[in-house]
């Protein structure tokens, strides 16, 4: 989840520099600032020393008399923020933040463990509707119950600022044969930038393009990157930046073998900042599957932000025909807003594709229509300790009626245990849009919930409506 | 003597020949929120004064210029230490890569641990959090509170008070060791924070102290600036005290105001590579 929350944070000591340094600035911020009421006015009692140098670190000094009134010379002794002494900053060319640093660290072994388990009791149908065709509401109540297990380890090597190795391995238990498959590489991918200008990576790597939060987001023409091989290389471009990227999938290969142009595929996206706005232009190209190309404006008015995208694909084989068949047209409106203390959070989007739409009525009589699709969701403030922030998610297929409401919320409830709990709900016919495919692609792919509220959800099964609970424990190291 | 008066006799010493530039890591808050304030054409202070929209221009632009560097990069790193009375004390330090020519900013978190890899980017009027977990950007605004302190996304911008407001009253008064020209501010347009503020600005025309106001006059927060660093002939603030005027809490029978402390290391002009300045660095560095 994208939310951001510093809430609980502690002290911490030394990371910079390590222990006593930090710990001085901890007892200097607590006298400065503290415990005493002092007024902000007393912090002007002594003038200030303000202090010279040069920030391009050729030894400048300041011009002579610059202080004001009553202060000493630049040169003279002064505070740092670690509440050390300088001795003489203007004589020292200051240091300046070291770039390189920022990207260059030790070879990082870290990895994560976890385990959930959920159980779930609800109807299956809805009673007394047509669908649950005489059956009692006792004898509409399921119960499913469900369990995962997963572990990951992975790499982070950066010997040098422009070089960078990393790759997750990740295994999970199976629930049908009981045990752990051997490790699957996640992700394994070099990244090298040449001269502080053009960022490439190379390996096995996931990518994302677009806005959307409810639904798929059209432009993302690169959502199949991380399925193969890649090569991705960036630049700034004026005020924004060009990203191209060439992959490959195994699909590809098997069908038209190594090294054939078929196999391959390629994207580009340019994006610009002008004002409140924030534009990206992308296009796709595989040759069986012809051009895309992709557009996306955002524009962030106040705490509010709104983004459009939209997609156009050329269908080689139906040249100039539209609809399912033939090019197509898909888009998205949404909107965002949070409330300064990031408590209260809405979003909307409306979705439309035409190829979410049957054709013909299927056998139960009912159209699956996904054409246009609606959905509100809201995050409330945090209930208590532990983080508890409900969530409500409303999804709707306006063609037929169907849809789906989630409330949920989790939180912990000891040192790395997670408590879910969630009321999923879904409506219209049986065979409906959302009927049809709530097991499975709304809930395994909403990025709208954590992980825990998943699984919760997931355990639901194919209730019309359930109340849901799990537990997760996971550790990281 | 008028202010103009003294002005005019000052022997200042601060040179500003280039078009300064800003850093004012609390930039003085230059943007955001609010509700349409009237901006008048000229206004009459308590001593009556009065300072046409050109005057007050010209008198916020020194303490702007002072603080902003259109000229050149900066970067810096920032210690921002949360207090709140009777809770506990939170620290987040951060990098701070500042292109003013550009209207743009990078920020780096480094601590605390669980939000290392997180950052801003903000490019014209345009601010992007990049979550390295989710590996998403979303847009924020810019008045938002940082990372849930007493600081505002966009005390980290250049300083625009000449751009942003103009002068309807004016008065003196000594603030500790510096004799000061305090001034009251009223927003120009919607696109601030704080539709209203009182300003202190000492004989080198650097701000010392400010105070924010709501349009219906409720002090919201009051900042303080003690400590400057100068180099070169600029001036970067290197020790900011924020103080939130409606949050607090009673602590031994006295009501304590929450504030925020932010701290500036290692603040240097050197130019920064243009990449840096892109969501790409984020992606490098975050992931």
């Given at each position: 989840?994208?939310?951001v929350?510093?809430?609980?944070?502690?002290?911490?000591?030394?990371?910079?520099?390590?222990?006593?340094?930090?710990?001085?600035?901890?007892?200097?911020v607590?006298?400065?600032?503290?415990v005493p009421?002092?007024s902000?006015?007393?912090l002007f009692?002594?003038?200030?020393?303000v202090?010279?140098?040069?920030?391009?670190?050729?030894?400048?000094t300041?011009?002579?008399g610059?202080?004001?009134?009553?202060?000493?010379s630049?040169?003279?002794?002064?505070?740092?923020?670690d509440?050390?002494?300088?001795p003489?900053?203007?004589?020292a060319?200051?240091?300046a933040?070291?770039?390189?640093?920022?990207t260059?660290?030790?070879?990082r072994?870290?990895?994560?463990?976890?385990?959930?388990?959920g159980?779930?009791?609800?109807y299956?149908?809805?009673?007394?509707?047509?669908a649950?065709?005489g059956?009692?509401p006792r004898?509409?109540?399921?119960?499913?119950?469900?369990?995962?297990?997963?572990a990951?380890?992975?790499v982070?090597?950066?010997?040098?600022?422009?070089?960078r190795?990393?790759t997750?391995?990740?295994?999970?238990?199976?629930?049908?044969?009981?045990s752990f498959?051997?490790p699957?590489?996640?992700?394994?991918?070099?990244?090298?930038t040449?001269?502080?200008?053009?960022?490439?990576?190379?390996?096995?790597?996931?990518?994302?393009?677009?806005r959307?939060r409810?639904f798929?987001?059209?432009a993302n023409?690169?959502?199949r990157?991380g399925?193969?091989a890649?090569?991705?290389?960036s630049l700034?471009?004026?005020?924004?930046?060009m990203?191209?990227?060439?992959?490959t999938?195994p699909?590809?290969?098997?069908?038209h073998?190594?090294?054939?142009?078929?196999?391959?595929?390629?994207a580009?996206?340019?994006e610009?900042s002008?004002g409140?706005?924030?534009?990206?232009?992308?296009?796709?190209?595989?040759?069986?599957?012809?051009?895309?190309?992709a557009?996306?404006l955002?524009?962030?008015?106040?705490a509010?932000?709104l983004?459009g995208e939209?997609r156009?694909?050329?269908d080689p084989?139906h040249?100039?025909?539209?609809g399912r068949?033939?090019?197509?047209?898909?888009?998205?409106?949404?909107?965002?807003w949070?409330?300064?203390?990031?408590?209260?959070?809405?979003?909307g989007?409306y979705?439309?594709?035409?190829?979410?739409?049957d054709?013909?009525?299927?056998t139960?009589?009912?159209?699956?229509?996904g054409?246009h699709?609606v959905?509100?969701?809201?995050?409330?403030?945090?209930?208590?300790?532990?983080?508890w922030?409900?969530?409500?998610?409303?999804?709707?297929?306006?063609?037929?009626?169907?849809g789906q409401?989630?409330?949920?919320?989790s939180?912990?409830?000891?040192?790395?245990?997670?408590?879910?709990?969630?009321?999923p709900?879904?409506?219209?016919?049986?065979?409906?849009?959302?009927?049809g495919?709530?097991?499975?692609?709304?809930?395994?792919?909403?990025?709208?919930?954590?992980?825990e509220?998943?699984n919760?959800?997931?355990?639901s099964g194919?209730?019309?409506?359930s109340?849901g609970?799990?537990?997760?424990?996971?550790?990281?190291? | 003597?008028?202010?103009?008066?003294?002005?005019?006799?000052?022997?200042?010493?601060?040179?500003?020949?280039?078009?300064?530039?800003?850093i004012?890591?609390?930039?003085?808050l230059?943007?955001?929120?609010?509700?349409?304030?009237?901006?008048?054409?000229?206004?009459?202070s308590a001593?009556?004064?009065?300072?046409?929209?050109?005057e007050?221009?010209?008198?916020?632009?020194?303490?702007?210029d002072?603080?902003t560097?259109p000229?050149?990069?900066f970067s810096?790193e920032?210690?921002v230490?949360?207090?709140?009375?009777?809770?506990?004390?939170?620290r987040?330090?951060?990098?701070?890569f500042?292109?003013?020519?550009?209207?743009?900013?990078?920020?780096?978190?480094?601590?605390p641990?669980?939000?290392?890899?997180k950052?801003?980017l903000?490019?014209?009027?345009?601010?992007?959090?990049?979550?390295?977990v989710?590996r998403?950007?979303?847009?924020?605004?810019?008045?938002?509170?940082?990372e849930?302190?007493?600081?505002?996304?966009?005390?980290?911008?250049?300083?625009?008070?000449?751009?942003?407001?103009?002068?309807?009253?004016?008065?003196?008064e000594q603030?500790?060791?510096y004799?000061?020209?305090?001034y009251?501010?009223e927003?120009?347009?919607?696109?601030?924070t704080?539709?209203?503020?009182r300003?202190?600005?000492d004989q080198?025309?650097?701000?010392?102290?400010f105070?924010?106001?709501s349009?219906s006059?409720?002090?919201?927060?009051?900042?303080?600036?003690?400590s400057?660093?100068?180099l070169?002939?600029?001036?970067?603030?290197v020790?900011?005290?924020?103080q939130?005027e409606?949050?607090?809490?009673?602590?031994d029978?006295?009501?304590?105001?929450?504030?925020?402390?932010?701290?500036?290391d290692?603040p240097?002009?050197q130019?920064?590579?243009?990449?840096?300045?892109?969501?790409?660095?984020?992606e490098?560095?975050g992931?």
């Amino acid at each position: 989840m994208p939310h951001v929350s510093n809430r609980g944070r502690t002290v911490r000591r030394g990371t910079r520099r390590p222990g006593v340094l930090g710990l001085a600035l901890v007892l200097l911020v607590v006298v400065a600032l503290g415990v005493p009421a002092q007024s902000l006015d007393d912090l002007f009692n002594e003038p200030d020393a303000v202090t010279g140098g040069d920030g391009s670190g050729d030894g400048t000094t300041a011009a002579d008399g610059t202080a004001p009134a009553g202060e000493s010379s630049p040169g003279d002794d002064t505070t740092t923020p670690d509440g050390e002494s300088s001795p003489d900053d203007t004589a020292a060319a200051p240091a300046a933040v070291d770039i390189g640093a920022l990207t260059t660290s030790p070879t990082r072994v870290s990895g994560s463990v976890s385990a959930d388990a959920g159980l779930s009791v609800g109807y299956n149908e809805w009673p007394w509707s047509d669908a649950a065709d005489g059956r009692t509401p006792r004898d509409l109540i399921a119960a499913s119950a469900g369990y995962k297990m997963s572990a990951s380890v992975s790499v982070d090597s950066r010997p040098q600022p422009y070089l960078r190795f990393y790759t997750r391995l990740t295994s999970s238990l199976s629930t049908t044969s009981l045990s752990f498959g051997s490790p699957a590489v996640d992700e394994l991918f070099v990244d090298y930038t040449l001269k502080d200008r053009v960022f490439f990576r190379v390996g096995d790597f996931g990518m994302g393009w677009g806005r959307a939060r409810l639904f798929d987001s059209p432009a993302n023409l690169v959502s199949r990157v991380g399925d193969g091989a890649a090569v991705r290389a960036s630049l700034p471009l004026g005020t924004g930046s060009m990203t191209a990227v060439a992959y490959t999938l195994p699909g590809w290969v098997s069908t038209h073998g190594e090294g054939d142009p078929r196999s391959f595929a390629g994207a580009l996206q340019v994006e610009r900042s002008f004002g409140v706005f924030s534009t990206e232009l992308s296009g796709h190209y595989q040759l069986d599957e012809g051009p895309r190309a992709a557009a996306i404006l955002t524009a962030g008015v106040g705490a509010l932000t709104l983004a459009g995208e939209t997609r156009y694909s050329i269908d080689p084989d139906h040249p100039g025909a539209p609809g399912r068949d033939g090019n197509a047209m898909t888009a998205i409106g949404n909107f965002f807003w949070e409330n300064g203390a990031r408590t209260w959070t809405f979003w909307g989007e409306y979705a439309y594709d035409h190829s979410r739409r049957d054709s013909e009525v299927g056998t139960d009589g009912v159209r699956r229509d996904g054409e246009h699709l609606v959905g509100l969701a809201m995050k409330a403030p945090s209930l208590g300790g532990g983080g508890w922030r409900p969530q409500l998610t409303w999804r709707h297929a306006v063609g037929d009626s169907s849809g789906q409401l989630i409330a949920g919320t989790s939180g912990t409830v000891a040192p790395g245990l997670t408590l879910s709990t969630g009321i999923p709900v879904f409506y219209g016919k049986p065979g409906s849009y959302y009927r049809g495919i709530a097991e499975t692609r709304v809930i395994d792919d909403d990025t709208t919930l954590t992980d825990e509220e998943s699984n919760v959800l997931r355990v639901s099964g194919e209730n019309v409506v359930s109340v849901g609970f799990g537990l997760s424990v996971s550790f990281s190291f | 003597m008028t202010y103009r008066d003294r002005h005019r006799h000052r022997p200042t010493t601060i040179r500003r020949g280039h078009r300064p530039g800003a850093i004012t890591a609390l930039a003085i808050l230059a943007a955001l929120t609010a509700l349409p304030v009237p901006a008048p054409l000229a206004a009459q202070s308590a001593s009556g004064e009065t300072f046409t929209r050109a005057e007050s221009r010209r008198i916020l632009s020194r303490a702007d210029d002072l603080v902003t560097y259109p000229g050149s990069d900066f970067s810096a790193e920032y210690t921002v230490t949360e207090v709140r009375p009777g809770e506990s004390t939170s620290r987040t330090s951060f990098v701070l890569f500042r292109r003013d020519s550009a209207n743009s900013y990078t920020i780096l978190i480094r601590e605390p641990a669980q939000d290392r890899g997180k950052g801003y980017l903000r490019i014209d009027e345009n601010l992007w959090l990049y979550d390295p977990v989710a590996r998403r950007f979303t847009v924020v605004s810019a008045s938002d509170r940082f990372e849930n302190t007493g600081a505002r996304n966009d005390d980290f911008n250049q300083s625009t008070l000449a751009e942003d407001y103009t002068i309807v009253g004016h008065t003196t008064e000594q603030l500790g060791a510096y004799a000061t020209d305090v001034y009251d501010l009223e927003a120009v347009h919607d696109d601030v924070t704080f539709p209203r503020m009182r300003i202190w600005i000492d004989q080198n025309d650097l701000v010392r102290k400010f105070e924010d106001y709501s349009l219906s006059g409720q002090h919201m927060r009051t900042t303080a600036i003690p400590s400057y660093r100068q180099l070169g002939d600029r001036y970067v603030p290197v020790r900011i005290v924020i103080q939130d005027e409606l949050r607090g809490r009673e602590v031994d029978g006295q009501f304590r105001n929450q504030r925020t402390m932010i701290e500036v290391d290692k603040p240097s002009f050197q130019a920064v590579p243009d990449m840096v300045f892109t969501r790409t660095f984020l992606e490098r560095v975050g992931d």
